[in-house]
């Protein structure tokens, strides 16, 4: 493994936040972002090399996503929330509010390993060799997965002026009116209550019918796409069909021809043939005029 020596002892760093990284998400900040301290836990003498990995990694941007930390040293880390995934998040919670962000899936993984192998600190700072190091540990057979400290860490999404962002009980606000019961609400109280209610239902039924209708559009560009190629298909077919017919009776009609002009020819070559034999044999074709000359002897007086 490049000749390092990693150390099976508690690598794990100081996290700050230690569980949860919250992003605040607004139409004005173009990139939400927060920051992961990490800072070496003074635990044993030997430096720690650490790596920041998630599991939507077309999401966020890490920087750095990985590095060396000194005994008694520390690092932040900045993470940003990539713009276009901000702008779907918030049309997420324009739809369905709150409890929609707060179904994340997305976790960050903050992996550890001590080195002992002090010569190769220097090289350690490079960022290909921190590559190759991270590529081979826990791969090769004499190294130990017990020596990587593993930490992960949950994202929470939150809407900026949004009061409930914690419960995930509603969207906008309003979090004393829809954590109270009903019979404890004013007729104010209950209005609002109604309206952002009938105000949801709105937006889904909305959102509902726009579904319903991009479906009905793409049914219909498919069943267009299919007639179209079945006529182009049909059509194909047809000519291939007619250019078919039109070559075998072509040449139906050349080869009789052909074959009966052949065979005139040798049949008159024939019967001239033996014809002249015949007359030949009985001397008459003297007093043929012409042929007579052609077919006696020169020499004959």
């Keep these: 493994m490049y000749g390092y020596k990693l150390l099976s002892v508690d690598a794990v760093l100081d996290l700050n936040p230690d569980s949860t990284l919250q992003f605040t998400l607004s139409n004005q900040e173009q990139s939400p972002s927060c920051s992961l301290e990490l800072r070496h836990p003074d635990a044993s ?6 790596k920041v990995k998630t599991t939507q990694p077309r999401r966020y941007l890490v920087r750095p996503n990985q590095g060396l930390i000194e005994p008694g040293g520390a690092q932040t880390v900045q993470i940003l929330l990539v713009e276009k995934e901000k702008n779907s998040l918030l049309q997420s919670y324009e739809r369905l509010g709150q409890p929609t962000l707060d179904q994340s899936k997305d976790k960050f993984l903050v992996q550890s390993v001590a080195i002992l192998d002090a010569s190769k600190l220097a090289s350690l700072k490079d960022y290909d060799e921190l590559t190759s190091l991270w590529a081979t540990v826990g791969n090769s057979p004499s190294t130990s997965t017990s020596a990587v400290a593993n930490k992960k860490l949950h994202v929470k999404h939150v809407v900026a002026g949004n009061k409930k962002s914690g419960s995930g009980d509603g969207a906008h606000g309003n979090s004393s009116i829809s954590r109270e019961p009903i019979e404890n609400l004013t007729q104010d109280q209950a209005k609002a209550e109604l309206t952002n209610m009938r105000r949801k239902y709105d937006e889904l039924v909305a959102f509902s019918v726009n579904l319903t209708a991009e479906r009905d559009m793409l049914n219909n560009t498919l069943e267009q796409t299919k007639r179209d190629l079945n006529r182009e298909l049909s059509k194909t077919a047809a000519q291939d069909n007619a250019s078919g017919r039109g070559r075998a009776a072509g040449n139906g009609s050349a080869k009789p021809n052909a074959g009966v002009t ?15 034999i015949k007359l030949q044999e009985k001397g008459l074709v003297k007093n043929i005029p012409i042929l007579g000359n052609l077919m006696t002897s020169g020499d004959e007086l």
Excluded at 45 to 50: E, T, W
């Design 45 to 50: 003498s030997a430096p720690i090399a650490f």
């Design 262 to 276: 052949f065979v005139l020819v040798f049949l008159l070559s024939m019967a001239s043939f033996f014809g002249g």
